[in-house]
């Protein structure tokens, strides 16, 4: 007689086999977890930057209304009075 088919309902592999198959998986998950991890300082390093840029502007921001109040008030300590007005 011949068999056609079969029905393999359990595999048991030497334990080399197993173990190495254990260690491919386990390597895959450490590359996934050190691409993830790079990313996330990519990340954390692209907002730092932007962070301080910001807040660069807005200091720049600040110390212009700041130089522009002392001229508005060096302008007003010098004409006050004599109604002429100064233009900058």
Do not use: Y
């Amino acid at each position: 007689f011949q068999i056609h088919k079969a029905l393999v309902t359990e595999l048991n592999p030497d334990a080399e086999v197993v173990q190495s198959m254990n260690e491919i998986n386990k390597q895959k998950r450490l590359r996934d977890a050190a691409v993830m991890a790079a990313e996330a300082e990519k990340v954390r390093v692209v907002k730092a930057a932007e962070a301080a840029a910001d807040a660069s502007q807005l200091q720049g921001e600040g110390i212009a209304r700041q130089r522009r109040a002392i001229v508005d008030g060096l302008r007003n300590s010098i004409t006050e009075g004599t109604g002429e007005t100064l233009s900058t």
